[in-house]
């Protein structure tokens, strides 16, 4: 694993290339970074290609590259193991990482920001970032995205009767709305769910 520094200048890269679409010179990652010292930059360079983080082209200002290795592992996070939200138990470090690309993206993916309290029952909350998979039917009981005379969009939970369509929040302050199964357009269903805390 990098150290932490080795971390923040193979980010700031990442960042830059996607950025600017080329890689930054040494002198560029030092001024991102706050760095005087090129020198120590430089060890966190070579040891970041040593690892299998970078190739480095020789003779080139711009000679840094993104292996394959570098963009999984930066698209994952150490899972440290289970924890306990009822009684406590130890939470043992192991060797597994979570990879975040197969979690959250994917080809038929998307992503909608929440707005709104109708699925708080849900866990779904106002301002919430929800990850939906574009499928155009989905079973009973799936919470989906559902399209509404070709107008509006909305996130509830599907239930299907006969020739109708109920789309029902998980707020019992709101009605379930009911309508013919013509009028509904499912636009996807509910994958994953992003929240961030202050």
Do not use: W
């Not at 010179?25 to 690892?51: D, F, M, N, P, Y």
């Not at 082209?57 to 150490?78: D, K, N």
């Amino acid at each position: 694993m990098p150290t932490r520094a080795q971390h923040k200048t193979l980010n700031f890269i990442r960042h830059f290339i996607a950025r600017h679409d080329c890689a930054p010179t040494l002198s560029e990652i030092a001024a991102g970074l706050g760095l005087r010292s090129k020198g120590s930059l430089h060890k966190h360079v070579q040891a970041l290609a040593e690892a299998g983080y970078l190739k480095i082209r020789s003779g080139q200002q711009r000679g840094i590259e993104l292996t394959r290795f570098a963009e999984q592992q930066l698209h994952s996070l150490p899972l440290l193991g289970r924890i306990a939200a009822g009684q406590p138990i130890e939470a043992i470090p192991g060797e597994d990482t979570l990879n975040l690309t197969e979690f959250l993206l994917g080809p038929d993916r998307f992503a909608l920001r929440v707005t709104g309290d109708s699925m708080i029952d849900a866990g779904i909350l106002d301002g919430d970032t929800v990850i939906v998979e574009r499928r155009d039917t989905a079973d009973d009981g799936a919470i989906v995205v559902a399209l509404v005379d070709n107008g509006e969009a909305t996130l509830k939970r599907l239930r299907k009767r006969g020739d109708r369509i109920e789309l029902i929040p998980a707020n019992t302050a709101y009605p379930p709305l009911i309508y013919p199964a013509n009028r509904v357009q499912i636009q996807g269903v509910l994958v994953g769910q992003l929240r961030t805390y202050p």
